[in-house]
């Protein structure tokens, strides 16, 4: 891993809330990296379903964590710590997004990355990991095309793995209206794939 | 089930929320049909590659900032 961040062997490892929390609350500076480190990466692409630019969620990102640090004294554990810290993300990156787009055209801002962070590189052999590594970039960039909700949802269930009740609570949605958006937003997806594999003559 | 209808319902096939009486039309209509088949192992594809997707991390400047931020905020606090 890059940029000295240390990723733990799996989720297994991870403390439960209540040691977490403790933590936190007492300044225990070690675990608070740890969720930095575990969360962030997680956090950005969400906020990037509601902002125009990866530096717009960056500073979404960094403003969640101050508002984390804030209030973890207020922390009542009616969700799990993670749950509550996404929401908190959701609702920042959602205001920061209306705000946007009263004042910038999307269009000339999208794609950009802030400076200074390398995109990771793929493992493997070299031709499959070039067509794997056209196929991610297609389906990154379809997943980018995506209305907000749709995106917000498919982001959290698929590229992060979150369960289904997880998502319909970080993103205060029922679980029809939950389905209905991961539906949408996969078809579209595989949309953008068939379209690949057509002028590929493939699978 | 025709194949507008079975496409509609492939998540919730794959979150198992399909009720008792769709399943086996859906599942059915899979085996029947070849273009569905494909469409299905397209769609599951698409999941698969999703979750492989590399996600950047927060870059060391803000990394640092929160931490000192957390730092900061903690030393203020009564013990």
């Not at chain 1, 500076?29 to 969400?46: H, K, N, Y």
């Not at chain 1, 209306?98 to 055209?105: D, F, K, L, Q």
């Not at chain 1, 949605?173 to 493939?202: E, W």
Request: glycine fraction near 10%; hydrophobic fraction near 35%.
């Amino acid at each position: 891993m890059s940029e000295g961040v240390v990723r733990l062997g799996g989720v297994t490892d991870f403390p439960p809330d209540p040691v977490i929390v403790a933590g936190l609350r007492n300044g225990d500076e070690e675990v608070f990296a740890l969720l930095l480190d575990e969360w962030s990466r997680g956090m950005l692409r969400l906020a990037r379903s509601y902002v125009s630019t990866a530096a717009s969620a960056e500073e979404v990102v960094q403003d969640t964590w101050l508002a984390v640090i804030r209030a973890v004294g207020t922390f009542e554990g009616r969700s799990s710590l993670r749950t509550w810290v996404y929401r908190i993300l959701v609702n920042t990156a959602r205001r920061r997004g209306e705000r946007e787009s009263r004042t910038i055209p999307v269009s000339s801002v999208d794609g950009e990355r802030p400076d200074g962070v390398p995109p990771e590189r793929a493992e493997g052999g070299p031709e499959g990991a070039a067509l794997a590594g056209e196929v991610r970039e297609l389906i990154d960039k379809a997943v980018g095309t995506l209305p907000s909700r749709q995106r917000a949802v498919i982001t959290l269930r698929d590229m992060e793995g979150y369960g289904s009740d997880e998502v319909c609570e970080i993103l205060s949605i029922s679980p029809a209206n939950q389905r209905v958006l991961l539906h949408r937003a996969r078809a579209a997806v595989r949309d953008h794939l068939a379209a690949y594999y057509d002028g590929k003559g493939g699978p | 089930m025709n194949c507008d209808e079975f496409a509609e319902l492939v998540t919730a096939y794959l979150d198992d929320a399909l009720d008792d009486s769709s399943r086996p039309l859906f599942l059915d209509h899979m085996a029947r049909c070849s273009g569905c088949t494909g469409y299905y192992g397209q769609f599951t594809t698409t999941i698969t590659v999703l979750g492989e997707l590399p996600a950047p991390g927060l870059s060391p400047k803000t990394r640092s900032h929160l931490l000192t931020a957390f730092r900061e905020a903690s030393s203020e606090k009564p013990e």
